[in-house]
């Protein structure tokens, strides 16, 4: 059935969305940030194991310093994982999903103008920016996600959700290339960086949060209902649908393991990179020159939206089930040979390698787990899950990684818990029973 003018509308709304916030994870969690807080946290070396690594010491305790970062952000996480249900329920139960998506939108973006005020000196108080930061950006994913099996049918959600990841990180490439021109042309601090983060994804999210519709089914509240109460019935209500939910339930236990690597080589792949990789030395500051790690990160955005749209045409011939096992394929793949890489050259063909893959997982996912959903009006809380599942596995994953490395004092042995996760989550997938929704559309 061909789409009215206002449904295009909502759907490109719906998509901008990712051009907004993903200005977050490139900027704040990949590219600027974790270089500016390792060289701002740097210098105090100490010798843990056989390795000389940098250390902190936050509320008293040392840690290494790209560690206490992992443990913060998967602190965050969690605080997200405990959250979302209860509110996810509420969003259910009122229909305002659309006050929730804004009113973490508007956390996230605030919280990365905050990182302006990061001072090493008051650690303790300066970290609060990146965990609430990291809270709006995953908070609110959980009722932006949620509105996807409400904008269109299942047959196009690939396609949509493609769409999304590749606004998302298009859009974050340019506010990106933008500040690093500012930074290196005319002598921006980088910490200026953050604001214009926070002011483009509260800015573009406007398209989002005006074209959404604010309550699609109509639910009206009594001014007697209290919403903790009813959001803890949804969410009851949708846990016990989903215990027959037999290829929902075990999609989900797969997305839990793979996705612990697919995230937290996101999180630290810049820290790895800049810590295990012999970069040159820069001759007028006697330093190793990292600046090759900005090209890495450009490399993974641009691959990552043609890995988007590659998998999205790729599950319409073979099913999002088969397309999901070469991708984790190729994640193990990718990370055995991260753990012998040393050089520029080698670093930014894994960087190639890693985009690709990246962008069409995280597509991918997404739209399986949109596709497996029943006939429902829980949109919000059925994501919850898929949020709990995807937080709860980012929490171990970075914990695992931050832990490895601080009790061994190299990231390169962390490397290899990421091998089994996603060994495990390959495993996993072939449990998944057939689903019409998930089979190649030229079968069906």
């Given at each position: 059935?061909?789409?009215?003018?206002?449904?295009?509308?909502?759907?490109?709304?719906?998509?901008?969305?990712?051009?907004?916030?993903?200005?977050?994870?490139?900027?704040?969690?990949?590219?600027?940030?974790?270089?500016?807080?390792?060289?701002?946290?740097?210098?105090?070396?100490?010798?843990?194991?056989?390795?000389?690594?940098?250390?902190?010491?936050?509320?008293?305790?040392?840690?290494?310093?790209?560690?206490?970062?992992?443990?913060?952000?998967?602190?965050?996480?969690?605080?997200?994982?405990?959250?979302?249900?209860?509110?996810?329920?509420?969003?259910?139960?009122?229909?305002?999903?659309?006050?929730?998506?804004?009113?973490?939108?508007?956390?996230?973006?605030?919280?990365?103008?905050?990182?302006?005020?990061?001072?090493?000196?008051?650690?303790?108080?300066?970290?609060?920016?990146?965990?609430?930061?990291?809270?709006?950006?995953?908070?609110?994913?959980?009722?932006?996600?949620?509105?996807?099996?409400?904008?269109?049918?299942?047959?196009?959600?690939?396609?949509?959700?493609?769409?999304?990841?590749?606004?998302?990180?298009?859009?974050?490439?340019?506010?990106?290339?933008?500040?690093?021109?500012?930074?290196?042309?005319?002598?921006?601090?980088?910490?200026?960086?953050?604001?214009?983060?926070?002011?483009?994804?509260?800015?573009?999210?406007?398209?989002?949060?005006?074209?959404?519709?604010?309550?699609?089914?109509?639910?009206?509240?009594?001014?007697?209902?209290?919403?903790?109460?009813?959001?803890?019935?949804?969410?009851?209500?949708?846990?016990?649908?989903?215990?027959?939910?037999?290829?929902?339930?075990?999609?989900?236990?797969?997305?839990?393991?793979?996705?612990?690597?697919?995230?937290?080589?996101?999180?630290?792949?810049?820290?790895?990179?800049?810590?295990?990789?012999?970069?040159p030395i820069d001759p007028t500051t006697g330093q190793p020159d990292t600046s090759g790690l900005i090209i890495a990160v450009v490399i993974i955005q641009l691959i990552a939206s043609v890995?988007?749209?590659?998998?999205?045409?790729?599950?319409?011939?073979?099913?999002?089930?088969?397309?999901?096992?070469?991708?984790?394929?190729?994640?193990?793949?990718?990370?055995?040979?991260?753990?012998?890489?040393?050089?520029?050259?080698?670093?930014?063909?894994?960087?190639?390698?890693?985009?690709?893959?990246?962008?069409?997982?995280?597509?991918?996912?997404?739209?399986?787990?949109?596709?497996?959903?029943?006939?429902?009006?829980?949109?919000?809380?059925?994501?919850?899950?898929?949020?709990?599942?995807?937080?709860?596995?980012?929490?171990?994953?970075?914990?695992?990684?931050?832990?490895?490395?601080?009790?061994?004092?190299?990231?390169?042995?962390?490397?290899?818990?990421?091998?089994?996760?996603?060994?495990?989550?390959?495993?996993?997938?072939?449990?998944?029973?057939?689903?019409?929704?998930?089979?190649?559309?030229?079968?069906?």
């Open positions: 059935m061909e789409k009215t003018k206002s449904q295009k509308k909502v759907i490109n709304a719906w998509a901008f969305y990712d051009w907004a916030n993903s200005s977050y994870p490139l900027v704040i969690t990949t590219a600027i940030f974790p270089l500016f807080y390792a060289a701002v946290t740097s210098g105090n070396k100490e010798v843990i194991g056989d390795y000389e690594a940098d250390v902190v010491y936050f509320f008293g305790f040392r840690f290494v310093n790209t560690a206490l970062y992992s443990f913060v952000t998967s602190a965050s996480f969690l605080v997200v994982a405990f959250i979302s249900p209860l509110l996810s329920g509420i969003a259910d139960y009122s229909g305002n999903k659309r006050y929730f998506l804004s009113l973490f939108c508007y956390l996230g973006s605030l919280a990365c103008i905050g990182l302006f005020f990061f001072d090493v000196s008051y650690l303790e108080f300066s970290m609060i920016f990146p965990f609430l930061a990291s809270i709006g950006y995953w908070g609110s994913m959980v009722f932006y996600n949620a509105y996807l099996p409400e904008i269109a049918p299942p047959e196009e959600h690939d396609r949509i959700s493609a769409r999304g990841f590749t606004m998302g990180y298009i859009g974050s490439v340019i506010l990106l290339v933008g500040n690093l021109v500012a930074i290196q042309a005319f002598g921006m601090p980088a910490k200026w960086a953050f604001v214009t983060v926070g002011i483009w994804w509260a800015g573009f999210a406007q398209i989002t949060l005006r074209r959404l519709p604010k309550n699609p089914y109509h639910h009206k509240v009594a001014k007697s209902d209290s919403l903790f109460q009813k959001g803890y019935q949804e969410i009851k209500k949708v846990w016990k649908q989903l215990k027959h939910q037999i290829a929902l339930r075990r999609f989900l236990r797969s997305y839990f393991v793979y996705n612990m690597g697919v995230q937290t080589v996101m999180l630290v792949a810049i820290l790895f990179a800049n810590k295990e990789i012999n970069w890995g988007a749209f590659v998998m999205s045409r790729a599950s319409f011939k073979v099913g999002n089930i088969m397309v999901l096992k070469i991708v984790v394929g190729l994640w193990v793949i990718i990370c055995m040979a991260a753990y012998f890489i040393h050089t520029p050259l080698e670093f930014y063909m894994m960087a190639a390698a890693v985009g690709f893959v990246m962008g069409g997982i995280q597509s991918m996912s997404r739209s399986t787990y949109s596709k497996l959903l029943p006939e429902t009006e829980d949109h919000a809380s059925y994501f919850s899950f898929f949020d709990v599942a995807e937080k709860v596995g980012i929490v171990l994953g970075t914990f695992a990684f931050g832990y490895i490395e601080d009790f061994t004092g190299s990231m390169r042995n962390s490397v290899l818990v990421l091998i089994v996760f996603f060994v495990v989550g390959f495993l996993l997938l072939q449990s998944i029973p057939k689903v019409k929704a998930l089979l190649p559309q030229k079968s069906v």
